[in-house]
T-cell receptor, first 114, second 114 residues
Framework: AQSVAQPEDQVNVAEGNPLTVKCTYS??????LFWYVQYPNRGLQFLLK??????LVKGSYGFEAEFNKSQTSFHLKKPSALVSDSALYFC????????????FGDGTTLTVKP | DSGVTQTPKHLITATGQRVTLRCSPR?????VYWYQQSLDQGLQFLIQ???????AKGNILERFSAQQFPDLHSELNLSSLELGDSALYFC?????????????FGPGTRLTVT
């Protein structure tokens, strides 16, 4: 069975500082990894994904994530946080052998303070 | 705006009743997914349809059913409603059904069961 863990319920950073939102996963086959962001009273928005190839993937709004196979991690990063980045972030995994099922983490609330 | 539409936005109903939630995917997307988001369970995958056929099943109760119509819109039917079914229900779509496609989420339907 596939699973995702986001070990931090909340991450607080100051505006202009780098941010990291952590995600670890468990799958039996090849992982397909995604990050989504959810603003209050809105649906989830796709940020970036790792399918294959370069371990560092770049996505929307200056976010990037690094795939680490040995540590089974896919942490979301941004070099300089903005107040407008404050939102709920979800990591998700899909497995190559189970095409439809997506497993989402519990979410991490990012708060960026001015 | 993701291009995925969901109706209604809000629904208030009583225990024991039946409701139907509707989703129209982005233009050209063949795959539709349904999710339930609640405070205690997080974001749970319910079911996926691809071009009219069920592709994958998640934690969907027997009281719940879904279908995808020839015009690709989808409906999620919830019956014998219980207080615990109160949640935000999201529909998402992707171009095809494979695991490496990101999903585009609608704004959700907030269901309140009283």
């Amino acid at each position: 069975a596939q699973s995702v863990a986001q070990p931090e319920d909340q991450v607080n950073v100051a505006e202009g500082n780098p941010l990291t939102v952590k995600c670890t996963y468990s799958v039996s086959g090849n992982p397909y990894l995604f990050w989504y962001v959810q603003y209050p009273n809105r649906g989830l928005q796709f940020l970036l994904k790792y399918i294959t190839g370069d371990n560092l993937v770049k996505g929307s709004y200056g976010f990037e994530a690094e795939f680490n196979k040995s540590q089974t991690s896919f942490h979301l990063k941004k070099p300089s946080a903005l107040v407008s980045d404050s939102a709920l972030y979800f990591c998700a995994v899909r497995e190559g052998t189970n095409a439809g099922k997506s497993t989402f983490g519990d979410g991490t609330t990012l708060t960026v303070k001015p | 705006d993701s291009g995925v539409t969901q109706t209604p936005k809000h629904l208030i109903t009583a225990t024991g009743q039946r409701v139907t939630l509707r989703c129209s995917p982005r233009s050209g997307d063949l795959s539709v997914y349904w999710y339930q988001q609640s405070l205690d369970q997080g974001l749970q995958f319910l079911i996926q349809y691809y071009n009219g056929e069920e592709r994958a099943k998640g934690n969907i109760l027997e009281r719940f059913s879904a279908q995808q119509f020839p015009d690709l819109h989808s409906e999620l039917n919830l019956s014998s409603l219980e207080l615990g079914d109160s949640a935000l229900y999201f529909c998402a779509s992707s171009p095809l059904g494979g695991p490496f496609f990101e999903q585009y989420f609608g704004p959700g339907t907030r269901l309140t069961v009283t």
